[in-house]
């Protein structure tokens, strides 16, 4: 892959750093300039001039710029004036803590930045010296980066040269059955895994039974299953996906959003990943708005009887589902078959009819041209016929002529003979 395509692939993956940032990759906004929390609180703290601190002169003077005119009476026209300077304060508070909160965002996205850079180059550091120790996972880097994969897998290997192998099932097309289970996996790699989804269309079956894959990874499933369209089976038995079983605390919300989208994943196995009540609430509110899945394991975790029971239902009803739907197909497919049989029985009729039709015409044109030429013989042979009697008739004639020429002669030849005498 080159390292165009490989920096497009890497940015895929970076957002998921911030989730695992630790506090020592912080940035430190003040350096950049930013205003701190003294400043904000003294500028809350300040107040609006005083107008009964004013000389009468300064009174009418402020209150002319201001458009109104002094009435002569000093504490009168101070309470006028009061209310102008207070609106003003108002509106110039409002102005330098909108523009210091600017100021602030903008810093604090250029210290982002730094940071992110800061991550990425810390974890593609991680990885490559984890591929340069780990020849396994080397060999295993190349064949998936160059679609020469079996069909099926196992792979055996630690979380930072998963990383690497997530990043290059982004493109790889061989890989239909992965299994990755039991390698002690971190929720970094299974996040990475789980990103890799959102643009494989290879894999089919995903196992990462008993790693310690958290909350990030469940979540980034939820976001990349919502457009993967090929992805039938994912095992996540034995992973931890909470921290507290609280639904916030592991992905549940986008995981259960994504039930309601995806309409390919067939087969899910949530076995004792510590999920709570409230990720059993969010996962069923999904499940009720999904008709593809027929088999779903949520034993082991800490849901409530209700919520077995409406998931085990929905679950018999989207078999249910299926089934009619494949017998559905089945007819629909059979009927097909009845109807392409009747139209390759009708096409063939009509074929039937037409090289009949044809043969007819050809032997109608063979009779005529066999008509043709027994005609142009007969006509010939007539011909030489009468060429022939002709030719007898002009022989004979000749003959006849020829006969009495020398019967003429002779008689001459004999008449002269007599006078002689």
């Known amino acids: 892959m080159s390292n165009l395509k490989q920096d497009a692939v890497n940015k ?33 703290d300040s107040q609006p001039r005083d107008a009964l601190r004013l000389t009468n002169d300064e009174l009418n003077a402020e209150l002319e710029m201001r458009g109104e005119k002094p009435k002569g009476f000093f504490t009168d026209d101070a309470k006028v004036l009061q209310k102008y300077f207070d609106v003003e304060h108002e509106e110039y508070l409002a102005k330098q803590m909108k523009e210091r909160a600017e100021q602030q965002e903008k810093l604090a996205a250029q210290a982002g930045l730094i940071r992110r850079k800061r991550l990425v180059e810390k974890q593609l550091k991680e990885e490559l010296l984890a591929i340069q120790r780990d020849r396994r996972a080397e060999h295993w880097l190349a064949l998936v980066r160059g679609d020469a994969t079996p069909p099926q897998a196992r792979v055996e290997l630690g979380s930072v040269a998963a990383r690497c192998l997530a990043k290059a099932l982004w493109g790889n097309g061989s890989l239909v059955s992965l299994d990755l289970s039991r390698n002690g996996l971190d929720d970094k790699a299974g996040a990475f895994v789980a990103r890799a989804l959102r643009r494989n269309g290879a894999l089919v079956n995903l196992e990462l039974v008993s790693n310690h894959l958290g909350p990030v990874t469940f979540a980034t499933f939820g976001g990349s299953l919502k457009s993967n369209a090929t992805l039938l089976h994912l095992n996540l038995e034995g992973n931890p996906l909470t921290e507290s079983g609280l639904a916030e605390k592991t992905g549940a919300p986008e995981f259960a959003d994504m039930l309601k989208h995806n309409n390919t ?112 013989e007969a006509a010939a042979k007539r011909k030489e016929q009468i060429e022939e009697a002709k030719r007898i008739a002009e022989e004979k004639a000749e003959a006849e002529r020829k006969a009495k020429a020398d019967a003429e002669a002779k008689k001459k030849k004999k008449g002269k003979g007599k006078k002689k005498k």
Do not use: Y
């Open 12 to 44: 895929e993956f970076e957002d998921l750093l911030d989730h695992f940032a630790d506090p020592d990759d912080e940035i430190d906004i003040t350096a950049f300039g930013a205003t701190g929390t003294t400043d904000l609180m003294d500028l809350q």
């Open 265 to 376: 994943l067939t087969s899910l196995n949530l076995f004792r990943c510590h999920l709570g009540p409230e990720a059993g609430t969010e996962l069923l509110g999904g499940l009720e708005q999904n008709a593809s899945l027929v088999f779903l394991d949520v034993g082991g975790n800490h849901f409530l009887q209700s919520h077995d029971a409406r998931i085990n239902g929905k679950i018999q009803e989207n078999q249910s589902l299926r089934a009619d739907l494949k017998s559905q197909a089945k007819q629909a497919a059979e009927k097909r078959s009845k109807e392409e049989a009747e139209d390759k029985r009708i096409q063939d009729e009509i074929q039937k009819e037409r090289d009949t039709k044809q043969w007819l015409e050809e032997q109608k044109q063979k009779r005529a041209e066999e008509r043709s030429m027994a005609t142009e």
